[in-house]
């Protein structure tokens, strides 16, 4: 399976609680729900898209344990089904059980054993949020393709996909659009390290 690592941004780059205030108020972040006042009809439809093209999901504990809270009761919701169903595996050092089925707990060496889910055959392996999960996949060379997802929103501060310090990657850019609220979406595929260079040189 394709890794695929689906993340939504401000524009200064975090990606802490887009979906509501009380999404993840961790570290005293108190600015959450930024991502949904951008949501249209264009985006939604993309996004089931992308989910119906999934044979996994791999989860932070976080995340999944507000997915696991959510989904099951969206019964309503025409992705529930997909979403509900799908394996699903969450790297964690703390949890012991997890009730949402199918749900497999990784723990110990989780780029090693993800390295093994991915040896699977199948479509996509999807990460949606978990941006701590995402680094450590992206720092692993683990990671296929990176769709993100940019609201036009500055929100001053909160946790970032890319920290200082993290792991350099270099990426090509496969396509990118514009929905009519504003969301920016790019699509990157993992081109091995960042290349460098310097302006002018050689004509």
């Known amino acids: 399976m394709r890794l695929v690592v689906q993340e939504f941004l401000t524009l200064d780059g975090v990606s802490q609680g887009p979906g509501s205030p009380d999404e993840d108020p961790s570290d005293g972040f108190d600015r959450g729900g930024w991502f ?95 941006s701590r999960l995402a680094q450590s996949l992206l720092a692993a060379g683990l990671v296929d393709e990176l769709r993100l997802v940019i609201a036009p929103v500055v929100v001053g501060r909160g946790r970032r996909l890319f920290p200082d310090g993290g792991a350099p990657a270099g990426l090509r850019l496969v396509s990118h659009r514009t929905t009519p609220r504003g969301l920016s979406v790019h699509i990157f595929e993992s081109a091995g390290s960042p290349e460098q260079g310097v302006y002018g040189a050689g004509g």
């Open 36 to 130: 949904v006042p951008h949501l249209d009809e264009e985006f939604e439809e993309l996004a089931a898209t992308w989910l119906r093209a999934a044979d996994a999901l791999l989860f932070g504990r976080r995340t999944y344990e507000n997915f696991a809270r959510d989904w099951p009761h969206m019964t309503g919701h025409p992705l529930a089904p997909v979403m509900n169903g799908l394996p699903k595996y969450v790297a964690s050092h703390s949890l012991t059980t997890a009730g949402w089925n199918p749900t497999t707990i990784l723990n110990g060496d989780v780029p090693s054993q993800v390295a093994e889910v991915k040896r699977q055959s199948g479509r996509e392996l999807q990460v949606h949020g978990s």
